[in-house]
């Protein structure tokens, strides 16, 4: 069983940075990571993934190159830097993790995740 808690929400003007940390009770060296967010009234959006070592990444096409995902087995955690924020990056945005048997292996869609965290709040205004 790996719990998740997600830390580093917050409001912030547009064009600002946020990171966000997701700590896990458990080991995580064997699960592949990522990110959704999700606000009221749509379902779950994917942001990023990383594999279980932190070698191999993927990103919805609305954050390339303003979000970085990356990991660290040795404390637990994977974290979420965002820059250039916009007002539409708005959400609540939840860790979740699973159990990879591949290396390479990510996963983009909240169905094949089986831990959640609790979610943390991100507000951008313009």
């Known amino acids: 069983q790996v719990q998740l808690v997600e830390s580093g929400g917050g409001l912030v003007q547009a064009g600002g940075s946020l990171r966000l940390s997701c700590t896990a009770s458990?080991?995580?060296?064997?699960?592949?990571m990522g990110w959704f967010r999700q606000v009221p009234g749509k379902e779950r959006e994917f942001v990023a993934t990383?594999?279980?070592?932190?070698?191999?990444?993927d990103y919805a096409d609305s954050v390339k190159g303003r979000f970085t995902i990356s990991k660290d087995n040795d404390v637990n955690t994977v974290n979420l830097q965002m820059n250039s924020l916009k007002p539409e990056d708005t959400a609540i945005y939840y860790c979740?993790?699973?159990?990879?048997?591949?290396?390479?292996?990510?996963?983009?869609?909240?169905?094949?995740?089986?831990?959640w965290g609790q979610g943390t709040q991100v507000t951008v205004s313009s």
């Open positions: 990383i594999s279980r070592g932190g070698g191999y990444t």
């Open positions: 458990g080991v995580v060296r064997t699960y592949a």
């Open positions: 979740a993790a699973v159990l990879s048997p591949g290396r390479t292996s990510y996963y983009t869609t909240a169905d094949e995740y089986n831990y």
